[in-house]
């Protein structure tokens, strides 16, 4: 470019906006006319951004230029010959020096053709629109500058009026990837730039209709709606039209647009989101909306909407794709809200940007609370220690109020938007209260957030992320006088009389997080707590091959980033495939709306089940109640329970039906609520909760038979079917089984290796120190035995051996006693700990190798809790049960191998080749009742901690078996508090029973 292209200073103008920029406006639906500039584009990369060349000009030849879909990322395009992509958490990827970005700035020139037609000649003005474009543009048409912006998830509509013309035109965009804005845009998620968002050119038509904003509220059954037109008076008059409600409104002048009753309307709400059609029509336009009446208020400390108390059961969502990254699509937006439906999810916040405009509209339509979070955090200005940061800066005034202002404005016509949130993460400081104080003289039906205005000096609800569930409690305490983290005691009292919110909270990191249900109890004690945002909805992973050609989802550090965050993106509920984890039906029972309570009165059991609606909203008319009894799994009876509809926030008690309990077999009632019609989000019979009853008879467990005539043996024996090579078994029914090995390793967590925090009162974790470090410094990776004696009886077999590791003087003491009790071989291992272990172990279990052979392990069936993995802090979804799965099914793939595939309260268990029984096993408790669990894989956790990728697990010969009798919790620890005390698994003296016999 000849005379602007030499003068780079506006990347480092913190000014949001240079040019033709038109103010914010609603981004509405409307029948004016509208011209996609989506598909292929000319397209140029340059690693500068100091290019000379006038590419905008309109006569230049782009022939041998590529060709690039708009909207993309340029990063994930032309495997990897645009560059690649960047993931940082809290790091800039770039010199902390602001405003100024480097020069090494990568630039992306893009140019398209296109034909306006002949009847825009017509149109007033001729806009043209970009919903998204990382970071910073410029725009030209035919060869005239228009301008150029930044706020990347923020739309910006230009004035192109006087450079098309009837015919072909080009237009032309520069793309930075690095401005003054980057500062801004510091949020926990990929760098991908790029015209990532629809690009759209709009033919404004004379008289036509420029904004609406209709603030629909409900009161006592009844509709209002405060309506704002902006149209020029030539636009008048203005019909708006409401056609279900039998409302006609003609407006012949801007004074005539006033606030109006529209009697009796049925509310929107996230459980029920009616909305009604409403349009806004002129003679030369009509915009089509959709109403939902719904009013939004904190009363004292409570936050309501029409008059209840909301509590936010929902998730952090960004926008991303293992392919597209944050482009969007449609169908693939709508299933995946239909999917957080399903699993109980009924809020989002929107982490940490507007999203894609259509998104709202599912929201509205399929109904979500949303808290609508503005484009804006400077997270990597903590590195420095805040000095610089923005937020405090009155040079980035503007471009903090051009943030908020399109974020409002654009996206005021929803009612799922009950919340706006000024950002995330970006200190604290006079923009931000400008910004929020913007908010409130616009839209004074909404309250603002942010979660880093801990003093409260300029939102309206308090909030925090990933606070200990024992903070959690004193916040929701009245008169508790626990301080509050960054607040005075002033400060603090304030804080309490507002609605608390979670805004982000239980990191969903690899496998976790646990103590879900602990946050979901406080909220039910204490009022003022309104649930949260789990952190967070999905994975990022990216879609890329390893060098052997494996396909794998990539992290931070897999595309050569000079600074990264590593797999701290992979920190969602759901995989990056779109597989749900554990964590989310973990979720969803915990979260479930309607609770089941048995009993509970004289006739204890018999008294029925206490069924509780804990809608907001919703009566149970939308649910059908079932039930069954299995013995030992088998379902033996089932029916439907008879049931009045519960309103809201109501509960009503239903009679069980006569359950026949087993003598010699565990009898469990299950109890389910299911939809009794299919919705937009879910089939008919879908399961929305659940719950079961023990109603077992006594069943002791077998009398442990003392041994007598014990005397040294070694060498090579059997034991009924088995086969023994100096004690240790070495096959089973001529089935090759080596075992049992102590183990007290499992592959870390990504919440073992966190180092956030740790529990109150509880020397579980030691600050600053992975647990995971600890388990590795005290060797329980890699522990060796020292047999100290092997005895025999007549139909007896008992080892006794010592543990420790290299460099250690603590030890394990593992005595293994071998008998034949009737046509079953059992195992009775007792395991106990020298004294002096400092920390929490993983786990306390026995490990088995079961080498490939002829009948090959693939698969176990099992009768105990599952489907899914479990854990001390995470069993609500697992429920009592017999279930079968593969090898593979029985792990999690995680995008950074780790502990996975624990099944716990094992009672049987048979280990499968191509679906024929190899081996079986009964477990039996304890002797205070305790359960083992299970785990089953191709890999030993050693094998699996030493992967950072999944394709660079080793080949594997044998499928490991490992028998636990406890395990540690998961907690939140990769960033928020580690396990609770009471699943920390401190080191001590355990029992394991097990009766094996051939398959």
């Given at each position: 470019?000849?005379?602007?292209?030499?003068?780079?200073?506006?990347l480092?103008?913190?000014?949001?906006?240079?040019?033709?920029?038109?103010?914010?406006?609603s981004?509405?639906?409307?029948?004016?006319?509208?011209?996609?500039?989506?598909?292929?584009?000319?397209?140029?990369?340059?690693?500068?951004?100091?290019?000379a060349e006038?590419?905008?000009?309109?006569v230049?030849?782009?022939?041998?230029?590529?060709a690039?879909?708009?909207?993309?990322?340029?990063?994930?395009?032309?495997?990897?010959?645009?560059?690649?992509?960047?993931?940082?958490?809290?790091?800039?990827?770039?010199?902390i020096d602001?405003?100024?970005?480097?020069?090494e700035?990568?630039?992306?020139?893009?140019?398209?053709?296109?034909?306006?037609?002949?009847?825009?000649?017509?149109?007033?003005?001729?806009?043209?629109?970009f919903?998204?474009?990382?970071?910073?543009?410029?725009?030209?048409?035919?060869?005239?500058?228009?301008?150029?912006?930044?706020?990347?998830?923020?739309?910006?509509?230009?004035d192109?009026t006087?450079?098309?013309?009837?015919?072909?035109?080009?237009?032309?965009?520069r793309?930075?990837?690095?401005?003054?804005?980057?500062?801004?845009?510091?949020q926990?998620?990929?760098?991908?730039?790029?015209?990532?968002?629809?690009?759209?050119?709009?033919?404004?038509?004379?008289?036509?209709?420029?904004?609406?904003?209709?603030?629909?509220g409900?009161?006592?059954?009844?509709?209002r709606?405060?309506?704002?037109?902006?149209?020029?008076?030539?636009?008048?008059?203005?019909?708006?039209r409401?056609?279900?409600?039998?409302?006609?409104?003609?407006w012949?002048s801007?004074?005539?647009?006033?606030?109006?009753?529209?009697g009796?309307?049925?509310?929107w709400s996230?459980?029920?989101?009616?909305?009604?059609?409403?349009?806004?029509?002129t003679?030369?336009?009509t915009?089509?909306?959709?109403a939902?009446?719904?009013?939004?208020?904190?009363?004292?400390?409570?936050?309501?909407?029409?008059g209840?108390?909301?509590?936010?059961?929902?998730?952090?969502r960004?926008?991303?794709h293992?392919?597209?990254?944050?482009?969007f699509?449609?169908?693939?937006?709508?299933?995946?809200?239909?999917?957080?439906?399903?699993?109980?999810v009924?809020?989002?916040?929107?982490?940490?940007?507007?999203?894609?405009?259509?998104?709202?509209?599912?929201?509205?339509?399929?109904?979500?609370?949303?808290?609508?979070?503005?484009?804006?955090?400077?997270?990597?200005?903590d590195a420095?220690?805040?000095?610089?940061?923005?937020?405090?800066?009155?040079?980035?005034?503007?471009?903090?109020?051009?943030?908020?202002?399109?974020?409002?404005?654009?996206d005021?016509?929803?009612p799922?938007?009950?919340?706006?949130?000024?950002?995330?993460?970006?200190?604290?400081?006079?923009?931000?209260?400008?910004?929020?104080?913007?908010?409130?003289?616009?839209?004074t039906?909404?309250?603002?957030h942010?979660?880093?205005?801990?003093?409260?000096?300029?939102?309206d609800?308090y909030?925090?992320?990933y606070?200990?569930?024992l903070?959690?409690e004193?916040i929701?305490?009245?008169?508790s006088r626990?301080?509050l983290?960054?607040?005075?005691?002033?400060q603090?009292?304030?804080?309490?009389t507002?609605?608390?919110?979670?805004?982000?909270?239980?990191h969903a990191?690899?496998?976790?997080?646990?103590?879900l249900?602990?946050?979901?109890?406080?909220?039910?004690?204490?009022?003022?707590?309104?649930?949260?945002?789990?952190?967070?909805?999905?994975?990022?992973?990216?879609?890329?091959?390893?060098?052997?050609?494996?396909?794998?989802?990539?992290?931070?550090?897999?595309?050569?980033?000079?600074?990264?965050?590593?797999?701290?993106?992979?920190?969602?509920?759901?995989?990056?495939?779109?597989?749900?984890?554990?964590?989310?039906?973990?979720?969803?029972?915990?979260?479930?709306?309607?609770?089941?309570t048995?009993?509970?009165?004289?006739d204890?059991d018999?008294g029925?089940?206490?069924?509780?609606?804990?809608?907001?909203?919703?009566?149970?008319?939308?649910?059908?109640?079932?039930?069954?009894?299995?013995?030992?799994?088998?379902?033996?009876?089932?029916g439907?329970l008879?049931?009045?509809?519960?309103?809201?926030?109501?509960?009503?008690?239903?009679?069980?039906?006569?359950?026949?309990?087993?003598?010699?077999?565990?009898t469990?009632?299950t109890?389910?609520?299911?939809?009794?019609?299919?919705?937009?989000?879910?089939?008919?019979?879908?399961?929305?909760a659940?719950?079961?009853?023990?109603?077992?008879g006594?069943?002791?467990?077998?009398?442990?038979?003392?041994?007598t005539?014990?005397?040294?043996?070694?060498?090579?024996?059997?034991?009924?079917?088995?086969?023994?090579d100096?004690?240790?078994?070495?096959?089973?029914?001529?089935?090759?089984?080596?075992?049992p090995?102590?183990?007290?390793?499992?592959?870390?967590?990504?919440?073992?290796?966190?180092?956030?925090?740790?529990?109150?009162?509880?020397?579980?974790?030691?600050?600053?120190?992975?647990?995971?470090?600890l388990?590795?410094?005290?060797?329980?990776?890699?522990?060796?035995?020292?047999?100290?004696?092997v005895?025999?009886?007549a139909?007896?077999?008992?080892?006794?051996?010592?543990?420790?590791?290299?460099?250690?003087?603590?030890?394990?003491?593992?005595?293994?006693?071998?008998?034949?009790?009737?046509?079953e071989?059992?195992?009775?291992?007792?395991?106990?700990?020298?004294?002096?272990?400092?920390?929490?172990?993983?786990?306390?279990?026995?490990s088995?190798?079961?080498p490939?052979?002829?009948?090959?392990?693939?698969?176990?069936?099992?009768?105990?809790?599952?489907?899914?993995?479990?854990?001390?802090?995470s069993?609500?979804?697992a429920?009592?049960?017999r279930?079968?799965a593969?090898?593979g099914?029985?792990?999690?793939?995680?995008?950074?191998?780790?502990?996975?595939?624990?099944?716990?309260?094992?009672?049987?268990?048979?280990l499968?080749?191509?679906?024929?029984?190899?081996?079986?096993?009964?477990?039996?408790?304890?002797?205070?009742?305790?359960r083992?669990?299970f785990?089953?894989?191709?890999?030993t956790?050693?094998?699996?901690?030493?992967?950072?990728?999944?394709?660079?697990?080793?080949?594997?010969?044998?499928?490991?078996?490992i028998?636990?009798?406890?395990?540690?919790g998961?907690?939140?620890?990769?960033?928020g508090?580690?396990?609770?005390?009471?699943?920390?698994?401190?080191?001590?003296?355990?029992?394991?029973?097990?009766?094996m016999?051939?398959?």
């Open positions: 470019m000849p005379s602007s292209s030499a003068d780079l200073s506006y480092s103008d913190p000014a949001p906006a240079r040019g033709a920029l038109r103010a914010a406006r981004w509405l639906h409307t029948d004016a006319p509208s011209l996609s500039l989506n598909g292929p584009w000319r397209f140029r990369l340059s690693a500068t951004a100091s290019v006038d590419f905008a000009a309109e230049f030849d782009d022939a041998g230029w590529d690039i879909p708009v909207p993309s990322h340029w990063v994930l395009q032309g495997d990897g010959a645009y560059g690649r992509p960047i993931y940082t958490n809290v790091q800039y990827p770039f010199p602001p405003p100024h970005v480097p020069d700035n990568p630039t992306g020139d893009y140019r398209r053709r296109f034909e306006l037609p002949e009847r825009w000649s017509r149109a007033e003005r001729v806009l043209l629109r919903d998204g474009v990382e970071v910073f543009f410029r725009l030209w048409v035919n060869g005239v500058e228009i301008g150029g912006a930044s706020g990347s998830r923020l739309t910006h509509e230009f192109v006087e450079a098309v013309r009837p015919g072909g035109n080009v237009v032309a965009v793309v930075h990837q690095w401005s003054a804005a980057s500062y801004l845009e510091d926990d998620q990929w760098w991908l730039p790029g015209v990532f968002r629809d690009v759209t050119l709009l033919a404004r038509p004379a008289g036509g209709v420029e904004d609406v904003w209709l603030r629909a409900f009161d006592g059954g009844r509709g709606i405060e309506p704002e037109v902006t149209a020029g008076p030539a636009a008048f008059p203005v019909t708006l409401v056609p279900e409600l039998g409302v006609e409104r003609v012949t801007p004074e005539d647009v006033t606030p109006f009753d529209v009796p309307v049925e509310p996230a459980e029920q989101p009616r909305l009604y059609e409403v349009t806004v029509a003679a030369a336009e915009v089509t909306l959709r939902g009446f719904r009013t939004v208020e904190i009363r004292g400390d409570r936050f309501l909407v029409n209840r108390r909301v509590v936010f059961h929902g998730v952090n960004h926008e991303t293992p392919e597209r990254g944050r482009v699509d449609e169908e693939h937006a709508r299933e995946d809200l239909a999917r957080m439906k399903r699993f109980n009924n809020a989002i916040r929107t982490s940490h940007y507007p999203p894609h405009p259509r998104l709202l509209d599912l929201a509205d339509e399929l109904g979500f609370w949303v808290v609508l979070e503005c484009d804006l955090e400077t997270h990597g200005f420095v220690g805040w000095a610089g940061n923005p937020s405090d800066d009155p040079r980035w005034r503007e471009a903090y109020l051009d943030r908020v202002t399109r974020t409002v404005e654009r005021k016509n929803h799922s938007v009950v919340i706006w949130s000024l950002g995330n993460e970006a200190g604290t400081g006079a923009n931000l209260a400008a910004m929020s104080a913007w908010v409130h003289a616009r839209d039906g909404r309250p603002v942010y979660e880093g205005d801990h003093a409260g000096e300029y939102t609800v909030s925090r992320m606070s200990s569930v903070e959690t004193q929701g305490t009245d008169g626990a301080p983290l960054h607040c005075t005691p002033a603090g009292a304030r804080q309490r507002r609605p608390f919110l979670l805004c982000e909270y239980a990191m690899g496998n976790g997080p646990g103590a249900d602990q946050y979901e109890a406080l909220v039910d004690r204490h009022p003022r707590l309104h649930g949260g945002f789990v952190w967070e909805w999905r994975d990022h992973g990216i879609a890329t091959t390893a060098p052997d050609g494996s396909p794998y989802f990539g992290y931070g550090g897999d595309f050569g980033e000079v600074v990264h965050d590593g797999n701290f993106v992979m920190d969602g509920m759901l995989l990056s495939d779109d597989v749900p984890t554990p964590s989310l039906y973990e979720f969803k029972a915990v979260v479930q709306p309607v609770r089941f048995f009993g509970g009165d004289a204890g018999n029925g089940v206490l069924i509780a609606n804990l809608r907001h909203s919703a009566d149970t008319s939308d649910l059908r109640f079932l039930w069954r009894v299995e013995h030992d799994g088998t379902p033996v009876a089932s439907e008879a049931l009045p509809a519960v309103a809201a926030g109501g509960a009503a008690r239903a009679p069980l039906p006569p359950v026949p309990v087993a003598r010699d077999a565990e469990w009632l109890v389910e609520a299911v939809l009794a019609a299919g919705t937009a989000w879910a089939q008919e019979g879908h399961v929305v659940t719950a079961q009853l023990d109603r077992s006594p069943r002791p467990a077998p009398a442990v038979r003392p041994r005539g014990w005397r040294s043996d070694g060498g090579t024996l059997t034991l009924g079917s088995a086969e023994f100096g004690g240790t078994l070495s096959a089973l029914a001529g089935q090759p089984f080596a075992g090995r102590l183990e007290l390793f499992r592959a870390p967590t990504d919440n073992d290796e966190g180092v956030s925090g740790a529990v109150e009162e509880s020397d579980a974790s030691v600050a600053g120190v992975s647990n995971a470090a388990w590795r410094r005290d060797g329980l990776d890699r522990l060796t035995t020292r047999r100290l004696r005895e025999r009886a139909d007896a077999l008992r080892t006794l051996d010592r543990v420790s590791a290299a460099n250690s003087a603590r030890w394990v003491t593992v005595e293994s006693v071998w008998s034949l009790e009737g046509e071989l059992e195992l009775r291992v007792e395991i106990t700990p020298s004294s002096g272990w400092p920390t929490v172990w993983p786990r306390i279990g026995v088995f190798e079961l490939d052979g002829a009948r090959p392990v693939d698969g176990a069936r099992w009768f105990g809790l599952g489907p899914l993995e479990s854990y001390p802090d069993l609500r979804a429920r009592t049960g279930f079968s593969g090898i099914e029985l792990s999690v793939p995680y995008a950074r191998p780790q502990e996975t595939g624990h099944r716990s309260q094992v009672r049987e268990l048979a499968t080749s191509a679906g024929t029984e190899v081996v079986r096993i009964a477990a039996l408790p304890d002797t205070r009742g305790r083992p669990g785990t089953l894989s191709r890999h956790p050693q094998q699996i901690a030493r992967a950072a990728h999944p394709f660079e697990l080793p080949a594997s010969t044998a499928a490991h078996l028998v636990d009798a406890a395990q540690h998961l907690g939140s620890r990769a960033c508090p580690d396990v609770w005390p009471e699943f920390a698994l401190r080191p001590e003296a355990r029992t394991l029973r097990l009766r016999s051939a398959g």
